[in-house]
């Protein structure tokens, strides 16, 4: 059974980076695209981007200035790198795997969640 | 970005109730269109891909119709356990966009 795992820090400070990984259990990483959503509290869903097994990136306009996403398939491990963040930046943050097929894709499974929040 | 649009933003609605979600698209998006499910304080789970596929171990009671810019999620019959927030997501262009979510509630 495919699982997700977010991991990182709960708590960053304004200014500095919000940095969080991925890990996947039960499955194979390299032939799918893995992706970070996020969540504010009380809110909806924001699609962050996404990355290839091999490291091929696309990014939400809205964020791109500011996001990194890496990923280590040794590990089975993908990674966020958010810049520069503030309180808007607070919320829960996912990852999933993009499942294509039909000529399109889909999300599924997510992790948990993990609660981020930006505050000093 | 293509921008979703989601109605109503909110549904009371009794258990064995009929109810339908609708979604529509800013532009064209062919059949990519997924929907979500979501409980208070967990992750979406995906309910339906390419606008009408019933994803394995969700129940028939679920369906999906829809394509181009108008999209509908369907409950025969509510159940207890299908009181929830939905969302529909576009995956026909880059970034992939959410609804705003309709929260169904227990009248």
């Known amino acids: 059974q495919v699982q997700l795992q977010e991991s990182g820090p709960g708590l960053v400070k304004p200014s500095e980076t919000l940095s969080l990984t991925c890990t996947l259990s039960?499955?194979?990483?390299?032939?799918?695209?893995w992706s970070w959503i996020r969540q504010p509290a009380g809110k909806g869903l924001e699609w962050i981007g996404r990355?290839?097994?091999?490291?091929?990136?696309s990014y939400n306009p809205s964020l791109k200035s500011r996001v990194t996403i890496s990923v280590d398939v040794s590990k089975n491990q993908f990674s966020l790198n958010l810049t520069s963040v503030t309180a808007a930046d607070t919320a829960v943050y996912y990852c999933?795997?993009?499942?294509?097929?039909?000529?399109?894709?889909?999300?599924?499974?997510w992790g948990q969640g993990i609660v981020v929040t930006v505050a000093s | 970005d293509i921008q979703m649009t989601q109605s109503p933003s909110s549904l009371s609605a009794s258990v064995g109730d009929r109810v339908t979600v609708t979604c529509r698209a800013s532009q064209h998006i062919s059949t990519s269109l997924n929907w979500y499910q979501q409980k208070p304080g967990k992750a979406p789970g995906l309910l339906i891909s390419i606008a009408s596929n019933l994803q394995s171990g969700v129940s028939s009671r679920f369906s999906g119709s829809g394509s181009g810019t108008d999209f509908t999620l369907t409950i025969s019959s509510l159940q207890p356990e299908d009181f929830a927030t939905y969302y529909c997501q576009q995956s026909y262009l880059i970034p992939y966009t959410f609804g705003q979510g309709t929260k169904l509630e227990i009248k």
């Open positions: 039960g499955g194979s990483f390299s032939t799918y695209y």
């Open positions: 990355i290839s097994a091999r490291g091929s990136t």
């Open positions: 999933a795997r993009r499942v294509a097929g039909g000529g399109t894709a889909w999300l599924d499974p």
